[in-house]
């Protein structure tokens, strides 16, 4: 079964907005973790925030996580064409799998 | 040192033969996942192993499909009979072995289209 659900599903914006997107999940986690997928292309992982950790930042992304809400979000600053992609939250539990969500497609017009 | 390898990255295959995707992990990891995509979809969990052993393979249709990881070689996902519903990309992702916060390499995919 899937574990992630992200939202919104789709997201369109202006380069230089900022874009958020959201994930939640059902289960106890060890941590939670953002990929970015270009189209036909294969994953590729940007941020991991464990499960006793609230925010992360890397670059010009920021994550928080609520445990007790079972939610995370992704926050990308200042956006560029070349962050137009799925994004997709996954997360991992004390078996070390791996589970991902739906995806949500930001697409940041020049 | 050389990303996950996943081969064949096309594959076309007529109902009822076999498909074979194969992929070599990143040099130093020992655990492998696979997933299941359709266009415009996100990542469906199919199986994930360590060397020679299956930890879990809830995501995986009981009939068909097949996955193994042998001592050595690549491993390897095996869809038997193949129907048009099978078609999709799958992907192959490996990881450290180590226990906690793994973070996943993903190969560039194989896309099978079953006629």
């Known amino acids: 079964s899937q574990q992630g659900e992200e939202d919104p599903q789709a997201l369109s914006i202006q380069e230089g907005e900022n874009a958020t997107m959201n994930c939640s999940y059902k289960?106890?986690?060890?941590?939670l973790q953002w990929y970015r997928q270009n189209s036909g292309r294969g994953l590729v992982h940007l941020i991991l925030?464990?499960?006793?950790?609230r925010e992360k930042h890397s670059g010009r992304l920021r994550v928080t996580l609520d445990t007790s809400k079972k939610s995370s979000s992704l926050l990308i600053t200042a956006s560029r064409a070349a962050d137009t992609a799925s994004y997709f939250c996954?997360?991992?539990?004390?078996?070390?799998?791996?589970?991902f969500g739906a995806g949500t497609r930001l697409t940041v017009k020049p | 040192n050389a990303g996950v390898m996943q081969n064949p990255r096309h594959l076309v295959r007529r109902r009822g033969q076999e498909a074979r995707l194969r992929c070599s992990p990143m040099?130093?990891?020992?655990?492998v996942y696979w997933y299941r995509q359709l266009p415009e979809e996100g990542l469906k969990f199919m199986v994930y192993l360590q060397k020679e052993n299956i930890i879990d393979e809830s995501g995986m249709p009981k009939e068909r499909f097949s996955a193994e990881f042998p001592k050595e070689g690549p491993s390897i996902l095996r869809i038997q009979q193949v129907v048009r519903g099978d078609s999709a990309a799958y992907f192959c992702?490996?990881?450290?072995?180590?226990?906690?916060?793994?973070?996943?390499?993903f190969g560039a995919g194989s896309r099978l289209t079953v006629l």
């Open positions: 040099k130093g990891h020992s655990h």
């Open positions: 996954a997360t991992q539990s004390g078996n070390n799998d791996m589970r």
């Open positions: 925030i464990r499960s006793n950790e």
């Open positions: 289960t106890s986690i060890n941590n």
């Open positions: 992702a490996s990881s450290p072995p180590r226990q906690g916060a793994n973070v996943l390499t």
